[in-house]
């Protein structure tokens, strides 16, 4: 028991030690290099502390080893700019001046919903309130929003489209039913609802629309019998 305890001891210094070499950003904001290493690490470490059979310099030197690999990638990325982008990635602007770009999203094994979720969590409810937004290499989201944003997203917007398919739970929460949303898209010379990237509404009536592959629209509607959420 206390051979396992001096052990663990042991390897809790070292992962220490070389955990502070590798910088602030290893403990925050990682590269996804540096989760697997990060991870790498964890799993070395957890060996030699769980099993008295093998020997603890095994233990640090595979530590200590991949600390000198994370070195030697964190000069290629910062030294050779080609291989930056392929180690470390680069960032995807999913929204620019014509609406939500559906492609960057794909490559990024993302939909909408997970954009829509990213905005809340920064503070932005309405798609028509950002000029541009994009995902870092890191993972981490960032929006540029419009100057009088605040102004534009008065009411909660609803997913009412989201690539093609209708949200039937959103549908029920405004009481409109399909067919209104089916006769708005008609009205804009849609012919089919899978055609639609993203549809949104809210309770005062705007109605952000966006048909794949064209820029977005927004529509100010009245709902029937005055209707508001």
Same mark, same amino acid.
């Given at each position: 028991?206390?051979?396992?305890?001096?052990?663990?001891?042991?390897?809790?210094?070292?992962?220490?030690?070389?955990?502070?070499?590798?910088?602030?950003?290893?403990i925050?904001e990682?590269q996804?290099? @540096?989760?697997?290493?990060t991870?790498?690490?964890?799993?070395?470490a957890c060996?030699?502390?769980?099993?008295? !059979?093998?020997?603890?310099l095994?233990?640090?030197i595979?530590?200590?080893t991949?600390y000198?690999?994370?070195?030697?990638?964190t /000069?290629?990325?910062?030294k050779v700019?080609?291989?930056?982008?392929?180690i470390?990635?680069?960032?995807s602007?999913?929204?620019?001046?014509?609406?939500?770009?559906?492609y960057?999203?794909?490559?990024?094994?993302?939909?909408?919903?997970? /954009?829509?979720?990213?905005?809340r969590?920064?503070?932005?409810?309405?798609?028509?309130?950002?000029?541009?937004a994009?995902y @870092?290499?890191?993972?981490?989201? !960032?929006?540029?929003?419009?100057?009088?944003?605040e102004?534009?997203q008065?009411s909660?917007?609803?997913?009412?489209?989201?690539?093609g398919?209708?949200?039937?739970?959103?549908?029920?929460l405004?009481?409109?039913?399909?067919?209104?949303?089916?006769?708005?898209?008609?009205?804009?010379g849609?012919? !089919?609802v899978?055609?639609?990237l993203?549809?949104?509404?809210?309770?005062?009536?705007?109605?952000? /629309?966006?048909?794949?592959r064209?820029?977005?629209?927004?529509?100010?509607?009245?709902?029937?019998?005055?209707?508001?959420w």
């Amino acid at each position: 028991m206390v051979l396992v305890v001096i052990r663990t001891a042991i390897i809790f210094v070292v992962l220490l030690v070389i955990m502070r070499l590798m910088g602030k950003r290893q403990i925050g904001e990682m590269q996804p290099f @540096e989760l697997v290493i990060t991870l790498l690490i964890a799993e070395l470490a957890c060996i030699p502390m769980s099993d008295a !059979s093998i020997p603890l310099l095994y233990g640090i030197i595979s530590v200590v080893t991949i600390y000198v690999l994370h070195e030697i990638v964190t /000069l290629l990325d910062l030294k050779v700019k080609p291989l930056k982008s392929l180690i470390s990635g680069k960032p995807s602007l999913v929204i620019n001046k014509n609406g939500i770009d559906d492609y960057q999203l794909k490559r990024n094994n993302l939909d909408v919903s997970d /954009l829509i979720e990213s905005l809340r969590s920064a503070g932005y409810f309405s798609l028509d309130t950002i000029d541009y937004a994009l995902y @870092e290499s890191n993972g981490t989201f !960032s929006a540029l929003p419009k100057e009088n944003y605040e102004e534009l997203q008065t009411s909660l917007p609803l997913v009412i489209v989201d690539n093609g398919k209708y949200d039937r739970k959103n549908l029920e929460l405004t009481g409109l039913g399909q067919e209104f949303f089916d006769g708005l898209l008609a009205r804009e010379g849609v012919k !089919s609802v899978k055609k639609v990237l993203v549809l949104t509404a809210d309770g005062a009536g705007k109605i952000y /629309l966006q048909i794949k592959r064209r820029k977005f629209k927004v529509l100010h509607v009245e709902y029937p019998a005055h209707r508001e959420w």
